[in-house]
């Protein structure tokens, strides 16, 4: 890639929503489709610009005064501005006394995205596309949709927003700390599409998991953070910590179970420790029941060692504050390790009796280890032919042809 490409790609990342929420600002004039539009033709010029002329020596400005051009040129006819087009990049050394709760306008975009009006889905798309400034074509790979599928999506969504003025404003006062349980929501769902194996050791997704961690850590450091926050943190810690545990040397999917532990970074565990001990206090959230069944996880010296009855508790514990399908299936297979087999065979059952689950890869795989390790190799080879046709991952279809070769050698 060279030189101008990679630095409008840089750009892009960094830029593009603070570009579009700046547009929206400058004239009520402006929709989201609109700003969007002429923040593209901006980038298209850069790269023809910049590959005539070089690279100008502050190439985020170049950007936000070229844009603002186009968007005066928009509508000049109207002449409805405001004085709210802020390019920091302009003049870095200006001292800007924020009155918000936070002064990241990452945060302050991902607070905007946070509206409760937007599905969960919505949310999250939106915040992929103009807060973590990726491309449509990457958001529809990590998310398992189609190109054509989010771009409906967002049709739908500037609509909505267009009709109902609902995002890219700060929001109201009093709304701050009503959107934060929304916030933490979103920070985990990102993370966790980025933890997801679906494309093995996939840069892109790393980069997400890392978006979430940082958004994370500057959400910490406002006025508005909370317990739940640092519940928050330490999972999305104890989760990184295992990353490059995760595939083996010929990049093969591996569980918890294979894994190598000395690989383990124990450095984020302590953090991630530290901050699961600041998130406790009198109400106790889903995330630091989770991040705390997360460190027994990565106390444990091994599989074999984990001590799976306290996370059995922690699980049931978890279920009573919020039910949950998923935690549901984690919590029937901790009573399996903890030798309540008859018991986690009944929830696991009673999973597969609902329509989504009896169409989840996760919940057969499951099915297939337990009556694998049961002495029942027919029907865990059921179960796992099951899970071949319910996943199109390649390092997860490769994870269960393993488990498959398990079976065919015990017939």
Not at 249 to 276: C, G, H, K, M, S
Request: aromatic letters at 10%.
């Amino acid at each position: 890639m060279d030189e101008v490409r990679f630095k409008a790609d840089q750009l892009y990342k960094s830029h593009f929503g603070k570009m579009v929420s700046s547009l929206l600002h400058f004239s009520d004039s402006i929709d989201l489709e609109t700003a969007e539009d002429l923040v593209q033709d901006s980038f298209s010029a850069a790269l023809v610009s910049w590959k005539k002329n070089g690279l100008p020596v502050n190439a985020a400005s170049w950007l936000f005064r070229v844009c603002k051009n186009k968007a005066l040129n928009k509508i000049k006819e109207s002449k409805k501005f405001s004085n709210l087009f802020i390019d920091e990049a302009i003049n870095p050394g200006d001292p800007v006394i924020s009155k918000l709760p936070l002064d990241d306008q990452q945060l302050i975009l991902l607070f905007a995205c946070a509206h409760p009006d937007l599905s969960p889905k919505v949310q999250v798309v939106i915040t992929l596309k103009y807060v973590v400034n990726l491309k449509i074509e990457a958001i529809a790979k990590i998310l398992g949709m189609t190109v054509d599928g989010i771009d409906k999506l967002l049709m739908r969504v500037r609509q909505k927003i267009k009709e109902e003025k609902i995002l890219f404003f700060e929001p109201r006062a009093e709304e701050w700390e009503s959107r934060i349980h929304i916030v933490h929501k979103i920070l985990y769902l990102i993370f966790n599409e980025g933890y997801k194996t679906s494309w093995g050791k996939e840069l892109i997704r790393e980069e997400l998991c890392e978006e979430a961690l940082l958004m994370t850590r500057a959400l910490l450091n406002s006025r508005i953070a909370n317990k739940e926050t640092s519940a928050l943190y330490a999972l999305m810690l104890f989760n990184a910590s295992r990353f490059k545990a995760r595939f083996g040397p010929r990049d093969e999917l591996l569980d918890l179970e294979e894994q190598d532990r000395t690989l383990w970074n124990r450095e984020l565990i302590q953090l991630a420790f530290v901050y699961l001990e600041r998130s406790l206090g009198e109400i106790i959230s889903t995330y630091q029941f989770e991040a705390s069944i997360a460190g027994m996880h990565c106390n444990a010296e091994s599989f074999a060692t984990t001590d799976w009855k306290t996370i059995t508790i922690l699980y049931s514990r978890r279920l009573k504050i919020s039910p949950n399908p998923f935690a549901e299936l984690n919590y029937a297979i901790a009573l399996y390790y903890a030798g309540l087999r008859k018991e986690a065979l009944v929830i696991l059952h009673k999973l597969e009796a609902k329509p989504f689950f009896s169409q989840y890869y996760l919940l057969h795989a499951s099915l297939g280890r337990i009556y694998f390790a049961e002495g029942n190799p027919a029907l865990a080879k059921k179960y796992f032919i099951k899970t071949l046709k319910l996943t199109s991952s390649p390092a997860e279809q490769g994870f269960i042809h393993r488990l498959l070769e398990k079976v065919v050698d015990k017939e």
